[in-house]
């Protein structure tokens, strides 16, 4: 079967939306196709708690924002991104509020912002401590709203359609029949999310397997600074679910297994009772989740039959506090935790979270690829360089979702030619593959499930918050190992409707080469900046490395230099 549309946007996230509203705006002529795995609202966006960051306070500035992100990336930012990310953040919030958004309001009347990681000023607006439901039910609801916007939910892309003239569309699978569709278009923008689920415990949903990194990313499209791999240092520990940034913000404190508040020996400021911006708790991120691997390594956190912990107190903020700014995360402690945070201490650890690294794009989105963008957080602009600030990641999929929108929109207006023959035949082909997949592996020796697991501990053990030259070489040789189990491992399952196994089995596919792309970058960065900590090279070395790594799918890697336009590399400084 073949369809025919315009553009195809992959992914019905917060980017994925924003971009397709984005290309019907600038041109309603055009048909849009969103492809998504899951129906859109349960894409991960909709989990995001704490809040989207943009200026609005009159204390504030875009260049304070600016120079927050510059310097919480580790100045591996692209700072003339940074600059128009800044500046269209508000408008992107404000046109939400438009639509509907619900955003929380001061007593006046004005929008609330509080406090978050690594930022010196409040500016991160939030709807209660359901921020990305209200974000993604207001986009949602504004897509639907345009005719030209057509939906396959539940469809799970496999491949991207290439020639030589560039990308002309997608195959998807339909969950629900097993029916196989190519899908042609004159450009396909990726909006597929992140890749947590490489790793053991992650905050991210199931869903989060990488895929559209690794579907650009053999479609020829480099990966960028892929060793960048974020740990948020509040997760509950069995489950990997965030316990959001925003109760550190409301006051909130991380104890050691003594119930000493340990951030303030390693230079993050001193305890206070109110919470002081960029100090202490408000530090960022990697310094955090570094803080507790330190502190761990002293004998002092607590161990669990899930690893060590430490505890996050909110005790002293009360019950009022806890149930008008943070209802969310009493209702996961007593779900997930069985714990109430009114009266007891919350177990968390470091758990991953966000991926800075991604498909390598321009300010607007677009890939090296003719025909190929990408946005939100499966794209690497980049804002957020070595280490991204809390609340920068829901502005960036709006200002970049409706960038990479407008940029396709103008790409096919431009477009002399269509596809060509050979894109048919890929897609025949591509049919073929998968039908081949469900019929062929009956009597493999491996199960998916062993070989999943097997990656997700290499890549905690080898390339976690701490790595080293032989840690990510071991990593190297077990995922190039589990590569070749791969392609003789067994589904059970061998039906078309709902076949799940068939889906776990190519998202390992993917993940597979996720992970090999995150330890071939990190082995050859031999220098610390942000959350990539190598212990054999302590050091941040700008002279060989203020550079982003491209890798290739061949496995080369080479550098990029950092656009410089404001602000030259200094050091980055908390507490003070
Ligand atoms: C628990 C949690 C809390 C967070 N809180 C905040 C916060 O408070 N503030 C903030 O700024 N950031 C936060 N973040 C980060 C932020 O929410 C995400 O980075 C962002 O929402 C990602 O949006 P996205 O549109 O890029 O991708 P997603 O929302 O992940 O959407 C990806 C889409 O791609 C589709 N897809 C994937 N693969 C395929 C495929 N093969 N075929 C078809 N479709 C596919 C999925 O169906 C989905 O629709 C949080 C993240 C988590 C995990």
Redesign the pocket.
């Known amino acids: 079967m073949t369809a025919f549309h315009n553009i195809v946007v992959?992914?019905?996230?917060?980017?994925?939306?924003r971009a397709a509203t984005a290309i019907a705006e600038a041109n309603p002529l055009l048909s849009v196709a969103i492809?998504?795995?899951?129906y859109?609202m349960?894409?991960?966006?909709?989990?995001?708690?704490?809040?989207?960051?943009a200026v609005i306070a009159d204390d504030d500035s875009l260049d304070e924002h600016a120079y927050d992100t510059v310097s919480g990336g580790d100045w591996l930012v692209e700072q003339d991104a940074v600059e128009a990310f800044v500046r269209e953040a508000p408008t992107e919030l404000l046109r939400l509020e438009h639509q509907g958004c619900p955003w929380s309001r001061q007593p006046d009347g004005r929008i609330a912002v509080r406090a978050f990681g690594g930022m010196k000023k409040k500016r991160?607006w939030?709807a209660a401590d359901k921020?990305?439901f209200h974000l993604?039910h207001t986009l949602f609801q504004t897509a639907l709203s345009y005719q030209d916007i057509v939906r396959y939910d539940e469809?799970?892309?496999?491949k991207l359609l290439e020639d030589e003239g560039g990308v002309h569309g997608v195959v998807?699978v339909e969950l629900a029949t097993g029916r196989i569709e190519t899908i042609i278009a004159n450009a396909v923008i990726v909006?597929?999310?992140?890749c947590?689920r490489v790793f053991p415990f992650?905050?991210?949903?199931n869903?989060?397997?990488g895929?559209?990194m690794a579907?650009a990313h053999r479609a020829g499209a480099p990966l960028k600074d892929m060793e960048f791999v974020q740990y948020h240092p509040t997760g509950l520990p069995f489950t990997g679910?965030?316990i959001?940034?925003?109760t550190r913000a409301e006051g909130g404190w991380l104890l050691n297994k003594d119930g000493y508040r340990y951030l303030q020996d390693y230079d993050l400021g001193r305890p206070t009772a109110e919470p002081v911006l960029r100090s202490m708790e408000l530090g960022p991120r990697d310094r955090l989740s570094q803080a507790f691997m330190h502190e761990h390594a002293k004998g002092r956190t607590i161990e669990t039959p899930y690893g060590p912990i430490v505890h996050l107190d909110l005790r002293h903020l009360g019950a009022h506090v806890i149930d008008t700014k943070l209802p969310f995360v009493r209702e996961l402690c007593s779900k997930y935790q069985n714990i109430d945070p009114v009266k007891e201490l919350i177990p968390v650890r470091p758990v991953v979270?966000?991926m800075m690294g991604g498909i390598h794009t321009d300010i607007d989105g677009a890939t090296p690829v003719g025909g190929l963008y990408a946005?939100?957080?499966?794209?690497c602009v980049s804002i957020n360089g070595a280490n991204r600030l809390?609340?920068?990641?829901?502005?960036?999929?709006l200002v970049f979702?409706a960038r990479a929108g407008k940029a396709a929109a103008e790409y096919v207006r431009e477009l002399k030619t269509g596809p060509r023959s050979a894109v048919y035949a890929q897609g025949r082909d591509e049919e073929r593959r998968l039908r081949h997949e469900l019929g062929k592996r009956t009597e493999g020796t491996e199960r998916i499930a062993d070989i999943r697991t097997e990656m997700q501990t290499t890549m905690e053990e080898g390339a976690g918050i701490y790595r080293d030259g032989d840690s990510l070489d071991k990593a190297a040789v077990k995922l190039h190992e589990l590569r070749e189990r791969f392609d003789r491992a067994a589904i059970d399952d061998h039906s078309s409707e709902f076949n799940t196994e068939l889906i776990a089995l190519?998202?390992l596919d993917?993940m597979l080469d996720i992970a090999q792309s995150i330890v071939a970058c990190a082995g050859r960065r031999t220098e610390s900046r942000g959350a990539h900590q190598r212990t054999d090279f302590p050091k941040r070395d700008d002279e060989h490395f203020l550079a982003h790594s491209l890798v290739h799918h061949s496995g080369r890697v080479e550098y990029l230099p950092v656009t410089i336009t404001r602000w030259p590399p200094g050091e980055r400084v908390y507490g003070r």
Do not use: M, Q
Request: aromatic fraction near 6%; charged fraction near 10%; glycine fraction near 20%.
């Open positions: 992959v992914g019905g996230g917060g980017a994925g939306l492809v998504s795995k899951v859109p349960r894409s991960h966006t909709v989990s995001a708690e704490g809040g989207a960051a991160t939030f921020t990305g993604l469809w799970f892309v496999t998807a909006c597929t999310g992140g947590g992650t905050t991210n949903a869903i989060k397997t895929d559209g579907l679910i965030l959001t940034e925003a979270h966000y946005a939100g957080e499966v794209a809390g609340s920068n990641s829901l502005p960036e999929l979702g190519l998202e993917f």
